[in-house]
């Protein structure tokens, strides 16, 4: 399971100064710990691919490497548009290069529908949990339509019980915006609130000992919700 408050690990051809200026830029731009994580991996696959580093990689090398991932490896479009995306950030930012592949590429997205659980397969997953946060986490994401990093940094000064609405912050693109708050989402969030009344988090971390709620620095981790996700139910002891 992917842990996206890590950096993903260098590798001996790209490392060192040249991966903290990538990651220095990719702060700078804004963006999320995701999209970092994705694009590092990215331009470390391409290194690895070439054996060698990515400011040393040819126009021509590049193309054959997008060739290798779309012919061979028969990539999705996801796993593509991110890998060109990555690549193209840093030859645009980090070393700048003027190459026509990156100018001219396109990606043809398959037009399918996307797959949208049921209310009753949100509330099986919903019960199936055993521990409550976790069952509350999943059932706040979905009765307010929220991305997983947004549920995550979900905030007690967020919540505005007057207005029944909550202020989205960080959001996709660090766009803000208001969503609507569910009346039975506001009574388990206070509840559940209750049980570590953290001046700021509605779902700190727990810590190792899962002692850590009241006092810890950082939001539950994204890999406690989805190793919760990946087994179809809540773990006993989760991780954070």
């Known amino acids: ?52 580093r990515p400011d040393r990689v040819s126009e021509a090398e590049l193309r054959r490497y997008f060739l290798y991932l779309k012919n061979e490896k028969q990539f999705a479009y996801g796993s593509i548009r991110v890998a060109f995306s990555g690549i193209k950030f840093f030859y645009s930012r980090t070393c700048k290069r003027n190459w026509q592949t990156l100018a001219t ?27 409550e946060r976790i069952a509350l986490f999943f059932w706040t994401t979905y009765s307010m339509g929220l991305r997983l990093e947004e549920a995550r940094n979900l905030q007690v000064g967020d919540i505005d019980s007057q207005r029944m609405m909550v202020h989205i912050h960080r959001g996709k693109g660090a766009k803000d915006r208001y969503v609507p708050l569910p009346t039975s989402t506001l009574h388990w969030l206070r509840q559940h609130w209750v049980t570590h009344r953290h001046p700021r988090f509605l779902f700190p971390a727990e810590g190792r ?25 809540c773990p006993k002891s989760p991780s954070t």
């Open 1 to 52: 399971m992917v842990n996206y408050d890590r950096l993903p690990a260098a590798s001996r051809y790209f490392d060192g100064k040249l991966y903290q200026d990538m990651n220095d830029d990719l702060q700078l731009a804004g963006m999320s710990k995701r999209t970092v994580h994705g694009y590092l991996r990215a331009v470390r696959q391409l290194a690895d691919y070439c054996e060698k």
């Open 105 to 131: 590429m396109k990606l043809q997205r398959a037009k399918t529908m996307p797959e949208v659980l049921t209310i009753e397969q949100v509330h099986r997953i919903v019960n199936a949990c055993r521990v």
């Open 209 to 233: 000992n899962h002692q850590q709620s009241s006092t810890s620095d950082t939001p539950i981790q994204t890999s406690t919700v989805q190793k919760a996700m990946s087994k179809k139910r």
